[in-house]
Each structure stands twice: as structure tokens, then as C-alpha cells.
């Protein structure tokens, strides 16, 4: 029986049906093509902020010499832990906000950093592998519809912003941080990027979409079903 309101529930398909379904391509295109433009975003971003904040590129006259720089191996740590030199911080307040160089060997805003990095690398790239495969298929499972516009929005942002810092651990070992927001001398927020905004706003936007479908399942749940 179906009633008004009420959600078909898509069937699960097999792996060789997804390569003969347009919809389901069309779908994954747009999923990795959104998460790919984000990726690019962040890591032109990472890319001017070391040019900016530090003396990584110094010398360097090149695009080729300097991508060299960026995604070879990282030259040893110096007496701050960091591995490339810093210059004078970017600051826009002193009270809030200023962009200065970091270095995050953890996950977002510095979580799990204090792990050995022997076990820290392998549990962040399969928990990366993990994060494409279960967004993947959840948005591979959304039907489109307007009441999923929150998921459908959200579900990329999280998939870019993931990708674009495990790009940073695929070439260095270590996150590229920059935005540092603070409250005068009282209190200082991890420092972070865009990857690690995406994926807070994509996790905002995926927690509105649960919010607003569990508030619908009642009402359509007590709407006259058809015979």
C-alpha cells in the first residue's frame, strides 16, 4: 500500500546494474566533480599560504619547482617541530583572527596528533578510504528529492574537505594549517583550513537533513494510506 507523503525506499543494486544506470552515473558525477572543485580550492589555497607564511618557495622562480617543493618529501623539522620555515604571521585582528602557518600530523583541528606515527598514518588513510566509500554509497542511496537538498549539499563538502587533507598526509605526512581564530589571549581555536571548514559545514548540513526527515516521518506516517 502506498499513502500520501509516504518515501519509496530505493532497492539495492548490484554492482553491474550501477554501470548501466544513467541516473546512477549522473549521480556519481556530480558527487566526485563537486568533491574534486573543493579539493582544488583547498589545495590552491594551502598553496598561496605557503608561499605567504613561509620560505618554502623561496628561490624558487617556477610552478613546477614549487609543486616540487610542496608534494615531495618535507625537509627535516626544525627546533619548532615545524618542517618548513615560517615567516611573520597575516594578522586581520589581534583580538580574533590572523592567519599564521601549522603543521597538523592528527586529524581535524589537531584531534589523535599525539598518536605514534606508526599507527597514526594507516588509521588515518583507512579512515580516509572508509569516508569515500561510506559517502559514496549513502549519496548514491538519496533520491534526489527536495526534502534531501540538505544531504545532497552536505555529503560533498565532507568528501572534498576529507580528500583535500588526505592529500596533504599522502605527500607529507602532515596537514597544512593556516586560519588561526583566538579571543585575545584568553583562548585560541585549533588552527584549520578549507578542508576542515567543508567538512564542518558539510557535517552541520548533514545533521539539519536528519533533523528535518525525522520531523517528516511522523506526518507522513499519519497520513490516510490507499487501498
Known amino acids: 500500500m502506498t499513502g500520501p507523503g509516504m518515501e519509496q525506499v530505493a532497492a539495492p543494486r548490484a554492482p553491474g546494474m550501477l554501470a548501466r544506470d544513467p541516473a546512477m552515473i549522473r549521480k556519481l558525477v556530480v558527487l566526485y566533480v563537486s568533491a574534486l572543485a573543493l579539493v582544488l580550492v583547498d589545495q590552491w589555497v594551502k598553496y598561496e599560504m605557503v ?84 559517502i559514496t554509497v549513502y549519496y548514491l542511496r538519496l533520491g534526489g528529492t527536495r526534502q534531501e537538498r540538505w544531504a545532497l549539499v552536505g555529503l560533498p563538502l565532507v568528501l ?28 585560541t581555536w585549533p588552527s584549520f583550513n578549507v578542508a576542515d571548514s567543508a567538512i564542518v559545514v558539510g557535517v552541520i548540513l548533514l545533521l ?14 499519519s497520513s490516510p494510506k490507499e487501498l
Do not use: Q
Open 51 to 134: 608561499d605567504r607564511l613561509t620560505t618554502r618557495f623561496d628561490g624558487l622562480a617556477s610552478v613546477s619547482a614549487r609543486l616540487g617543493a610542496l608534494y615531495g618529501p618535507a625537509p627535516a623539522p626544525g627546533w619548532d617541530g615545524l618542517h618548513f620555515r615560517p615567516k611573520r604571521p597575516i594578522v586581520f585582528s589581534d583580538d580574533f583572527l590572523m592567519l599564521r602557518y601549522a603543521e597538523n600530523p592528527g586529524a581535524a583541528f589537531g584531534l589523535f596528533r599525539r598518536l605514534p606515527p606508526g599507527a597514526r598514518g594507516p588509521l588515518f588513510h583507512l579512515v580516509s578510504i572508509g569516508a569515500v566509500v561510506l
Open 208 to 221: 539539519i537533513d536528519g533533523m528535518v526527515r525525522r520531523e517528516r516521518k511522523p506526518s507522513a506516517a
Open 160 to 187: 572534498g574537505g576529507a580528500i583535500g587533507n588526505w592529500v596533504d598526509r599522502l605527500a607529507r605526512g602532515f596537514v597544512i594549517d593556516f586560519i588561526e581564530a583566538h579571543w585575545k589571549d584568553v583562548y
